[in-house]
């Protein structure tokens, strides 16, 4: 999953074998979808990221010399990546924050709103607990499944860090969901709305 910090908006996710191409899948989505802006980047330490995003964001730059230009990423992108180093028993030694692409924009790049959302969907999925609690033994319901639970998340659920106080009289704060945060939407949708709402696909 990719999640921008501050709506706390799943922009993507893919799911599959943890590998190179899987992390090529999810960032490719979120290049498409934010149209190739640069955006700071906050993970793991895993080495997968860097060359992802690298190879995702990169634009050849014109330097009036014969041949091919050379390929760089721009100014604005970013990667700041937390890295725990541990001892042969597992216990944490020291957590290193290393910028590996462009400057660190935040004093706290720790991946940990990720890391909480990977909580609540472990306490929602019960196929992530235990594969006969749920029906999701196939990767094709495995994806239908995920996939509306992060629909859920972004557009009907109100996320406390993201209420504002209200101007409506008798309330204290206005509940916001993600959708709301990022402007899709101007209200908390339902799920009537979710499966009546009819959508006009052009090709």
Same mark, same amino acid.
């Given at each position: 999953m990719i999640q921008e910090r501050q709506s706390r908006f799943i922009v993507a996710h893919a799911s599959g074998r943890r590998d190179q191409n899987l992390v090529d899948e999810a960032i490719t989505?979120?290049?498409?979808?934010?149209?190739?802006?640069?955006v700071a980047w906050y993970s793991d330490g895993w080495q997968a990221y860097?060359?992802?995003?690298r190879r995702a964001y990169?634009?050849?730059v014109r330097t009036g010399r014969v041949g091919r230009p050379p390929l760089r990423v721009p100014e604005g992108l970013s990667l700041t990546q937390t890295i725990k180093h541990r001892d042969e028993r597992?216990?944490?030694?020291?957590?290193?924050? $290393? !910028?590996?692409?462009?400057i660190a924009a935040v004093r706290q790049p720790v991946p940990m709103h990720i890391e909480r959302l990977n909580g609540v969907f472990r306490d929602r999925l019960a196929a992530l607990t235990r594969k006969?609690?749920?029906?999701?033994?196939?990767?094709?319901?495995?994806?239908?499944?995920?996939g509306l639970s992060i629909f859920e998340h972004n557009w009907l659920r109100n996320h406390p860090a993201l209420r504002r106080p209200s101007t409506t009289a008798g309330r204290r704060y206005e509940r $916001? !969901?993600?959708?709301m945060e990022v402007g899709l939407t101007d209200h908390r949708w339902s799920w009537r709305e979710f499966l009546t709402t009819k959508l006009t696909i052009s090709y």
């Open positions: 989505k979120v290049h498409a979808r934010s149209g190739g802006q640069p860097t060359e992802a995003i990169r634009r050849p597992g216990r944490l030694l020291e957590v290193e924050r $290393r !910028t590996t692409i462009g006969t609690h749920a029906f999701a033994k196939t990767a094709q319901r495995w994806d239908a499944l995920f $916001r !969901t993600p959708a």
